[in-house]
């Protein structure tokens, strides 16, 4: 088992930057799929970027070149730069152990001039 905590999410301007945490209770992040999810008003919650256990980084097509994921032993990140207004949303950090998906209680994120 492992308890998730995002931090980090408020209002910010469009073509501004912001970074998301997510602590979790257990040092276990580099062992574990890790991964940033977002669920805005209306839509469904869409992966945004992950880190398998292996090492390998994907990123949602819209995001590329803006936003970048990062781990370490009990904590992980969404460094997210050149925001725009289809950013805002509620952004929910996920760790996968063995077959069974944790998820924090989500932190928002808006963008608004």
């Known amino acids: 088992q492992v308890q998730l905590v995002e931090s980090g999410g408020t209002l910010v301007q469009p073509g501004g930057s912001l970074r998301l945490s997510c602590a979790a209770s257990?040092?276990?992040?580099?062992?574990?799929?890790v991964a940033w999810y977002r669920q805005a008003p209306g839509r469904s919650r869409e992966l945004v970027a992950e880190?398998?256990?292996?090492?390998r980084i994907n990123y949602v097509d819209d995001v590329k070149g803006r936003f970048t994921i990062s781990r370490e032993a009990s904590a992980m990140y969404l460094q997210m730069n050149g925001l725009k207004f289809e950013d805002t949303a509620v952004y929910f950090c996920?760790?996968?152990?063995?077959?069974?998906?944790?998820w924090g209680q989500g932190t928002q994120v808006t963008v608004s001039s």
């Open positions: 880190i398998t256990s292996g090492g």
């Open positions: 257990r040092s276990i992040l580099f062992f574990n799929d």
């Open positions: 996920n760790v996968r152990i063995e077959w069974t998906d944790y």
